[in-house]
């Protein structure tokens, strides 16, 4: 297991490998992000930002949204994966901010799980990106990559993932920190071919090392 130095000299070096990670699901207020995050499930960011300038346009509030007729709304998401149960669990989630948020998305852990497709993971990014609170959303990169790296013990679940990284990282760099794993995942750590061979973080990654040498 990586110490909390080493963890944290890995995540900085992520960081001069992608200065400029951050949320690339386009949105400009809460609710748009955390719509586009719930449309993100099994889905790439790509597709979802193809889809969501035209939703937002026709439904730019959650009342909008609630008010909308579920097959306007399929029409609109039609292109991305999983659109029928997405159209229905966001006219929901529109409908559950309305009825007990005054309408505003909510900024906490315990309340933004209620909302309709909302898990732990929706969540941290909304309360990160939206609201500037620390969190780190622990996505299929983020897990890939801390395991990779025995940052965090390959067992682990998503939660341990999560409270793993909470310790090594200073509480002020969570939300760069998830954004630098999600990019080098994404881009450099990738599932099926990392580039391990060219990796500036091989010194530290004992499976990198294992793969190289094969």
């Known amino acids: 297991m990586l110490s909390k130095a080493k963890t944290i000299e890995a995540v900085h070096i992520m960081g001069e490998m ?21 449309l993100s499930a099994q889905a790439t960011d790509v597709s979802v930002n193809k889809v969501t300038p035209a939703l937002f346009q026709k439904f730019p509030t959650p009342a909008a949204l609630a008010d909308a007729p579920v097959e ?51 969540a941290n990014v909304v309360m990160g990106d939206a609201f500037a609170i620390p969190s780190i959303a622990v996505d299929t990169h983020v897990e890939r990559v801390t395991k990779r790296l025995r940052i965090c013990n390959p067992k682990a679940n998503v939660l341990e993932v999560e409270e793993t990284l909470q310790k090594k990282i200073p509480k002020g760099e969570w939300v760069i920190t998830h954004h630098r794993l999600i990019f080098f995942g994404r881009y450099h750590c990738l599932a099926r071919n990392p580039k391990c061979t060219i990796c500036p973080l091989l010194y530290l990654c004992k499976e990198g090392q294992h793969r190289k040498a094969e």
């Open 18 to 38: 992608f200065p400029d990670a951050q949320c690339e699901l386009t949105h400009d207020t809460p609710f748009q992000l955390l719509i586009a995050v719930i």
């Open 72 to 122: 306007k709304i399929m029409e609109s998401i039609k292109s991305i994966g999983l659109y029928r149960n997405k159209a229905k669990n966001i006219k929901a989630c529109s409908q559950k901010i309305i009825d007990d948020f005054d309408g505003m998305v909510p900024q906490t852990m315990e309340e933004l799980i209620t909302l309709a497709s909302v898990g732990r993971k929706t």
